[in-house]
């Protein structure tokens, strides 16, 4: 027990090591992770560590969904909620019966079930490595939203075609009228437990707790409670977790205290990041074991097998997110949509995107090793064609993504506000209704208050730089702007330089000391990540 804690401990090291690698290199740090578990695999170091698909499903899956699922905007998630589902359901189940149809032809002795259950398997993209690479290009975040959303539907539509095609390969049998009506609801019991259970944690967060360490441990503890349920009555445990953190997500403001949320944020930020790092570096020491477990299958076929799958993959998304565009402009003479011409730069991108990741190497590695007291059929061949998938998707997608997306020179939605200008909105209304309160309803109290006096004069003073024309503001020669920040940044250090000292002197608290700092250091985070927010 404590060596292999140990050798988890040293994991994470190495993982710290490649992520400052990657962001060396500018590349998305899956993609390290990955390649950094095939250099360690072939030294052999972590050779009695694997991956344990109920480890992946219960520990790992519930959170890194709950944690995306409040990062995920609910209005971009409502407003593209068709090409969301679209990706997530139909173009899963297409892609999961292409894939069967082509390993049935091109393996042998690989019945049309087995080819169903590798489709579940390989059919759901994961998409932390593909909105990893969009926010590093700075891709319309258009595309971003779509494939976060995808990213949240299609693991539970992945998930119910295996369990199906599973058990059509234990039974002999398939029942397609059954099948589809199970289908459906699995999904619909699934996100009503979800919704049910979030809304019960809403309740108990507004009513009863006032505690914020509590606030973050019943945030960690959610995403299980709501797996577990909806898993014990054979629903979507994968589902459950989405609609339920969905639900929460949108109830934030009201259940949560401003403390609460602000360190909540950097114990999932910290705690997702390490779980990722973790799966994505298993992945890449599991070849070993799954190389030598081929059996009568060359390892030259099998590579063969899984390049074949591996094209058909890529050509049936991009078939796909190209097909989902035309059929968008069709379906926009009769219903409302979002976009009524998507083009087809942004279903390039989205459908080039479509790299697997640990939930098919989970789904996998949880095929029994025997039905009926036999061993089950080529269960190490669909293992390593799934990482063979895994491999040639993430890497080479991957890397050639960012190339794509700036090739194509995509733009976001015509009619959309650029993002500095947006902030410079923000900010001026935020100063408006600010005056506006202090003029109304507490002019007489100002005049007495000097503390509230000196915070009128600072709203005024905004004012005053924003009754300038936005665009004006913006368009602000590069050269003004870079010389504020330096400076500003300079007069922060200076401060840091004053509390340090002060610090030394006993008749100082050092926690009142501690929370100075934290403040200029929130300074520093908005002039390093906002252009003009402190102008």
């Known amino acids: ?82 090409v969301i589902t679209s990706f997530a359901f139909p173009i899963v189940i297409l892609t999961s019966c ?77 029942d397609f009228q059954e099948a589809t009506l199970d289908f459906f609801l699995v999904i619909i019991m699934g996100t009503l437990i979800g919704i049910a259970i979030g809304f019960l944690v809403y309740l108990i967060h507004h009513y009863l707790i006032r505690s914020t360490s509590i ?7 959610t995403p299980y409670i709501m797996y577990y349920f909806a898993e014990h009555f054979h629903f979507s445990g994968v589902l459950a977790v989405v609609s339920g953190g969905l639900f929460l997500s949108s109830k934030r403001q009201t259940m949560l205290t401003y403390k609460s949320r602000l360190q909540g944020v950097n114990v ?20 070993p074991s799954i190389a030598q477990q081929l059996g009568e299958t060359s390892i030259t076929m099998a590579i063969w097998y899984g390049l074949a799958i591996s094209l058909v ?35 390039i991108v989205l459908g080039w995107g479509g790299m697997r990741g640990v939930v098919s190497l989970a789904m996998a590695l949880s095929i029994p090793l025997f039905i009926n007291g036999q061993p089950f059929p080529n269960r190490n061949l669909v293992l390593f064609i799934t990482f063979i998938v895994i491999l040639v998707t993430l890497v080479f997608q991957g890397l050639t993504l960012p190339w794509v997306i700036r090739k194509l020179k995509l733009e976001d939605q015509p009619g959309t506000i650029p993002e500095q200008e947006q902030e410079l909105i923000i900010q001026k209304k935020i100063a408006k209704a600010t005056l506006q309160l202090l003029e109304e309803k507490y002019d007489d109290e100002r005049k007495q208050n000097e503390h509230l006096n000196n915070l009128f004069a600072r709203m005024q003073l905004d004012m005053n730089f924003f009754r300038q024309d936005i665009r004006d503001i913006v368009n602000t020669p590069d050269n003004n702007v870079a010389s504020f920040r330096r400076i500003y940044l300079e007069l922060l250090e200076r401060q840091r330089e004053i509390l340090k000292e002060m610090n030394l002197r006993d008749e100082f608290d050092e926690d009142l000391i501690r929370k100075y700092l934290a403040l200029i250091d929130m300074d520093e985070f908005r002039i390093r990540e906002k252009s003009f927010q402190e102008i």
Do not use: H
Not at 215 to 221: F, G, H, R, S
Not at 268 to 287: A, R
């Open 1 to 82: 027990m404590q060596d292999n804690f140990i050798q988890f401990i040293y994991l994470i090291l190495i993982i710290l090591v490649l992520v400052m690698l990657a962001n060396r290199l500018k590349l998305a740090y899956p993609i390290i992770l990955v390649l950094g578990g095939l250099a360690l695999s072939v030294l052999n170091v972590f050779s009695n560590i694997t991956i344990d698909p109920d480890l992946i499903f219960f520990i790992f899956l519930p959170p890194l969904l709950y944690e995306a699922a409040w990062q995920v905007s609910w209005k971009q998630f409502w407003k593209y909620r068709r």
């Open 98 to 174: 292409i894939v069967a149809l082509a390993s049935n032809a091109l393996i042998p002795g690989f019945t049309l079930a087995l080819g169903f259950l590798l489709g579940g398997i390989v059919s759901p993209p994961d998409a932390i490595s593909a909105t990893t690479i969009m926010r590093q290009v700075k891709a319309p975040k258009t595309l971003v939203s779509v494939a976060e959303g995808e990213s949240l539907l299609n693991d539970a539509s992945s998930l119910i075609v295996f369990r199906f095609a599973l058990a059509a390969v234990i039974t002999g049998q398939f």
């Open 215 to 221: 606030e973050i441990v019943l945030t960690l503890v």
């Open 268 to 287: 999932w930020t910290n705690l997702s990041f390490v779980m990722n790092g973790l799966i994505f570096l298993l992945i890449g020491l599991q070849l």
């Open 313 to 347: 993959l890529i050509v049936t998304r991009l078939l796909c997110t190209l097909g989902a565009s035309l059929f968008t402009r069709f379906i926009s003479r009769f219903i409302r949509v979002a976009d009524r011409n998507p083009g087809w730069k942004g279903p």
